[in-house]
């Protein structure tokens, strides 16, 4: 673990010019002060943290690291964990991107819980142990020290493409988020198992990569207004691009929900206030299942690594009825 003695060599400076920056003192130069505090927090060193966890080992803080600010579903799931965690005495420390790693330390957090689709499977791999138990929520890893808690993508998906195919439609296009996530490939495979099984074709060539956002929802709309004959349902990966593609159609003079169907996943308040049919996630249950969990892991000291699947139900909305 770095220390004073590392800073100072990287500083080219006495530790005690670092321990008078880290202490306010005034004996030393602004400039000097503002480069040893950006080592240290470049290299994550806290004295404070560490000093007051060295004596515990016990942080009992939180960790729960994300990547995307756009998606306002993560708001209800930091809400559920910060609920359950603060009735337990633990604090919540949120983190995004690569600098998460230096937090995921058992001097600094208790543990850790993961929604972040940029960060590498190895980086979970590797922190995890008996010390340091990992929840994540957005896929599964094969190690004991870790627990998955999952949407169950599949069934609600293939429920709501049957009741379409159901009402007589029978041309889709797909609109996937980030291909390698666990989301877009368990609910693109419910999505064409649902068509296979009723006979109708799919192929490649009617699926449209996204990102989750709503700006690849508006190009997918407008690729489709191009493509002769045009879909009569679009099914979208998450409410954001479902509603990207919306304001295109609309914006081009389709009457959405009767020239043209759409459909998102997640049921956040995008789709609430804009009529999407869409299947509702709930995200608040979700994250305080994952404090709950990971709670219950750091404080009995056995891992319980069971892959556990939250339900989720379809919302039918004035986008895409079931009935025409």
């Not at 999505?191 to 296979?196: G, I, V």
Request: net charge negative; with cysteine.
């Amino acid at each position: 673990m770095i220390g004073v003695k590392e800073i100072a060599s990287i500083a080219g400076v006495s530790p005690a010019t670092v321990s008078n920056a880290l202490n306010g003192k005034a004996n030393i130069s602004e400039e000097t002060k503002e480069r040893i505090l950006a080592i240290c927090n470049e290299k994550g060193y806290n004295p404070n943290l560490y000093a007051k966890n060295l004596k515990t080992r016990n942080p009992k803080t939180i960790l729960f690291t994300f990547s995307d600010f756009d998606r306002t579903f993560y708001l209800d799931i930091i809400h559920g964990i910060h609920d359950y965690v603060e009735s337990h005495d633990y604090d919540l420390l949120i983190c995004t991107g690569r600098s998460c790693e230096k937090y995921m330390d058992p001097f600094i957090t208790s543990g850790c819980i993961a929604l972040d689709g940029k960060l590498d499977s190895t980086i979970l791999d590797r922190h995890a142990n008996r010390n340091y138990p990992i929840v994540i929520l957005d896929r599964i890893i094969d190690n004991s020290h870790i627990k998955s808690i999952l949407v169950n993508n599949y069934a609600p998906m293939h429920s709501m493409i049957s009741r379409l195919i159901g009402a007589g439609y029978r041309r889709f296009s797909f609109l996937g988020g980030m291909e390698n996530t666990s989301d877009n490939k368990e609910r693109y495979q419910a999505f064409l198992d649902a068509l296979n099984e009723n006979g109708i074709r799919f192929t490649r060539d009617r699926y449209i990569s996204g990102n989750w956002h709503e700006e690849s929802g508006r190009r997918a709309a407008q690729i489709l207004l191009l493509t002769m004959p045009r879909p009569e349902v679009l099914v979208c990966a998450n409410d954001n691009m479902a509603l990207g593609a919306i304001e295109v159609f609309k914006d081009n003079g389709l009457v959405v929900g009767k020239d043209i169907l759409v459909t998102g996943f997640d049921n956040n308040s995008i789709a609430c206030y804009n009529g999407i049919t869409t299947i509702d996630i709930p995200d608040y249950e979700r994250g305080y299942l994952a404090a709950q969990a990971l709670v219950g892991n750091i404080e009995s000291g056995e891992m319980n690594s069971e892959v556990f699947r939250i339900n989720a139900k379809i919302i039918e909305r004035d986008s895409a009825r079931f009935s025409k």
